[in-house]
């Protein structure tokens, strides 16, 4: 069965980094995009990071400059690297497979100021 298991999370101080990573099992990983999304207290879960299938990329402009998304198809697995980060930046982080409709579990990203 499909599985999206992330890690990585954690809780930093304001300016400090985090890299989360996405593995993947159950999908054919080299076709899929893959994209990361993120659910603050209160708030709508938004999609702020896209990773095609070639490699390209695409962002929300609330992380744009600041957070690179990136893939391993020899691994399965996406990444996300967050740098500078924001206390607006707490959230659940989650990945998502688009070709499967299928969301990760979640990992807790804490920014204190």
């Known amino acids: 069965q499909v599985q999206l298991v992330e890690s990585g999370g954690g809780l930093v101080q304001a300016g400090g980094s985090l890299r989360l990573s996405c593995k993947t099992s159950?999908?054919?990983?080299?076709?899929?995009?893959m994209r990361w999304g993120r659910q603050a207290p209160g708030k709508q879960r938004e999609f702020i990071a896209t990773v095609s299938s070639d490699g390209s990329t695409n962002y929300a402009d609330s992380v744009k400059g600041r957070f690179t998304v990136s893939r391993d198809n020899a691994k399965n697995t996406v990444y996300l690297q967050m740098n500078s980060l924001k206390p607006e930046d707490t959230a659940v982080y989650y990945c998502?497979?688009?070709?499967?409709?299928?969301w990760g579990q979640g990992t807790q990203v804490t920014v204190s100021s």
């Open positions: 998502y497979a688009p070709l499967s409709d299928y």
């Open positions: 159950g999908i054919t990983f080299s076709i899929n995009a």
